[in-house]
């Protein structure tokens, strides 16, 4: 079983800027793709971002782009998520996921970083 884990959350307000980070229990590089996505009170689990880990192409909901940033670390173990310009909308339970399969879905999830932004 992997182990996956986010760390960086807290409670920031708008306009602020926050960096997520991801681990892995084993090494991030061997899966194909890794992604975050964030789920608020009451609403269901949304996709943030993801990077291909070979290529570093990514991905963005239209609602972060420009602000949010996924990189990964190719001499680490370690995919991270920049955010800027936070808005009281992002608050949410961020999550990291490994292992995409071909159905575009993630076997391995991390258990969540809260972040919430104040108005």
């Known amino acids: 079983q992997v182990q996956v884990e986010e760390s960086g959350g807290g409670l920031v307000q708008a306009g602020d800027s926050l960096r997520l980070s991801c681990r892995a229990s084993v090494r991030i590089a061997n899966f194909k793709a890794v992604g975050w996505y964030r789920q608020a009170p009451g609403k269901e689990r949304e996709f943030v971002a993801s990077v291909r880990w070979i290529t570093g192409s990514t991905e963005y909901a239209d609602s972060v782009k420009e602000r949010f940033f996924i990189d990964r670390v190719n001499a680490g173990n370690t995919v991270y998520l920049q955010m800027n310009s936070l808005k009281p909308e992002d608050t949410a339970a961020y999550y990291c996921?490994?292992?995409?399969?071909?159905?575009?879905?993630?076997?391995?999830w991390g258990q969540g970083t809260q972040v919430t932004v104040s108005s």
């Open positions: 996921a490994v292992g995409r399969t071909s159905g575009g879905t993630y076997v391995f």
